[in-house]
């Protein structure tokens, strides 16, 4: 069961990396249910054009200037929230770099896991932690960190099963993103915030070279549901669409 939006008082959410892929249609999903969304994006050329995109389909959305590996722009970011809205529903620690490749772990460039861990999981830690004052000013606080299936080690040692290349930078920066996810739902666990990761599946974005198999609307599935569930709904856990994955 999702939390309901009210017309007078619409829900607050901040998307990062939603300029493009699964992070504009996380956007445009909870815009279409009601909330007012900020585009949070390095590139204002790009950032501008998904507001403006969701503007036309009739969502509430504003854009927000954001470098989740840099403190001042995460700073002003949750300033400019703070001003806009007063509080925060729901964040969505949506994006996230590869690394880029190749990464057998006996020869990778080890830049390459620094930048994936800089991003994908200290990038998550700097802009939860910035937005966490806002978020407990809402009624209903969520935190969604879009994670992958590849950083479940129960995948990753089952034979037979399809987890992906070798991935020294990208598959482990997962598997800490997942790790850190629980942390925060230990010490939140006596308050009404609920923080989860999630896997949205292959999905055809330029992370991939557009080789996924789903589509980014159906990627973002599991982070909207996550983005809106109830109260009783879970935390501290990991889910794709078909159910709660094995960290």
Request: net charge neutral.
């Amino acid at each position: 069961m999702s939390e309901t939006n009210t017309v007078n008082h619409p829900k607050i959410a901040l998307v990062t990396g939603a300029n493009k892929g699964i992070g504009y249609e996380i956007a445009a999903g909870l815009g279409a249910l009601g909330w007012s969304v900020g585009v949070g994006a390095r590139n204002e050329e790009r950032r501008e054009a998904a507001v403006d995109k969701l503007r036309a389909a009739g969502a509430d959305a504003f854009g927000v200037p954001l470098d989740v590996t840099d403190d001042a722009s995460v700073t002003a970011a949750a300033r400019l929230i703070e001003e806009r809205a007063g509080r925060l529903d729901a964040l969505v620690n949506n994006a996230g770099i590869t690394g880029g490749g190749p990464q057998e772990p006996t020869t990778v460039d080890v830049n390459r896991v620094r930048a994936a861990v800089e991003t994908n999981v200290i990038g998550v830690i700097r802009v939860t932690n910035a937005l966490l004052p806002l978020l407990r000013r809402s009624s209903a606080p969520r935190i969604v960190n879009v994670s992958s299936s590849v950083g479940s080690l129960t995948r990753q040692t089952t034979p037979g099963a399809e987890i992906g290349p070798i991935a020294v930078a990208y598959a482990p920066s997962k598997t800490f993103l997942n790790a850190v996810t629980v942390q925060y739902a230990r010490e939140l666990a006596d308050t009404n915030i609920l923080i989860n990761a999630v896997c949205p599946g292959y999905t055809a974005t330029d992370l991939n070279g557009f080789r996924g198999v789903r589509t980014p609307q159906q990627g973002a599935a599991i982070a909207i549901r996550l983005a809106t569930v109830s109260a009783d709904g879970p935390t501290g856990r990991f889910f794709d669409d078909e159910g709660e994955v094995p960290w």
